[in-house]
């Protein structure tokens, strides 16, 4: 099958590799919308060009896409355009993930190496599950959300659409992150968290900016 990635940056690279060893996909070419990368090779994958060229590649029969930007908003945007495009969304699973058999997933959901996602959880279309991140059993991952490397959800815990989990975070047991909320990097929630606010620290506390750094 032939596919497209949309986002050539460092996310994009990453799944390219997963999408490799996994097989069963060529890509074809990135799309990106910085003009400095036309014509340019990513990891010998050429830059086509911006969602200009979505038209003649659907003309070229290529069907298949998968959007690999960090940025949750921008992630979620573009997966809507390609599909008015009419595109179907792909996921990209690294054959060192382990996931579980009773896991239910989404559309252009990113698994990468090393990580778990246990026994009837679910992730909704979008979701990335980064290097070695852990999904325990029953965790309900809303779309768009980001686990970044190294983060912990124990059994039964809530991620709602939009959120971040950064790097090496845990989330203790039958938690929710609600929708938008940024967890920083490092920090351990032992409390609900409510939409759209920062998070840091042992244990997470609330804290005023809200940017989300996530490479
Ligand atoms: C939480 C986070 C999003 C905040 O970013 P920000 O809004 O730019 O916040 P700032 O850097 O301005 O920091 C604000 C305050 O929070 C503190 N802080 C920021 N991140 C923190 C963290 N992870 N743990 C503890 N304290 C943190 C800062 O020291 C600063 O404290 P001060 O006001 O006493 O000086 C960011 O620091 C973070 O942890 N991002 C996750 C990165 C990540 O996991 N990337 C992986 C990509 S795949």
Avoid: W
């Amino acid at each position: 099958m032939e596919a497209i990635i949309v986002g050539a940056g460092g996310h994009g690279k990453v799944v390219l590799e997963i999408l490799r060893a996994a097989g069963g996909v060529q890509v074809v070419g990135f799309i990106d919308a910085n003009p400095s990368l036309v014509d340019t090779q990513v990891l010998d994958v050429p830059v086509l060009g911006h969602l200009n060229v979505l038209p003649r590649l659907r003309q070229r029969k290529v069907h298949h896409a998968i959007v690999a930007i960090g940025d949750n908003a921008a992630r979620q945007s573009y997966c809507q355009l390609l599909q008015q495009h009419g595109f179907e969304l792909i996921n990209a699973i690294h054959p060192s993930a382990v996931v579980s058999p009773s896991a239910r997933i989404g559309k252009n959901v990113v698994v990468a190496a090393g990580a778990v996602v246990g026994t009837d959880s679910h992730l909704a279309d979008g979701v990335i599950v980064n290097t070695a991140a852990v999904v325990d059993h029953e965790c309900q991952v809303g779309e768009f959300a980001h686990l970044c490397p190294g983060s912990l959800l124990a059994g039964r815990v809530t991620i709602a659409a939009g959120a971040f989990i950064g790097m090496g975070a845990k989330v203790i047991q039958c938690l929710t992150v609600a929708s938008g909320a940024v967890v920083g990097a490092g920090a351990v929630v032992i409390r609900d968290v409510p939409p759209a606010i920062t998070v840091v620290g042992v244990p997470a506390r609330q804290i005023q900016t809200h940017q989300q750094n996530a490479g």
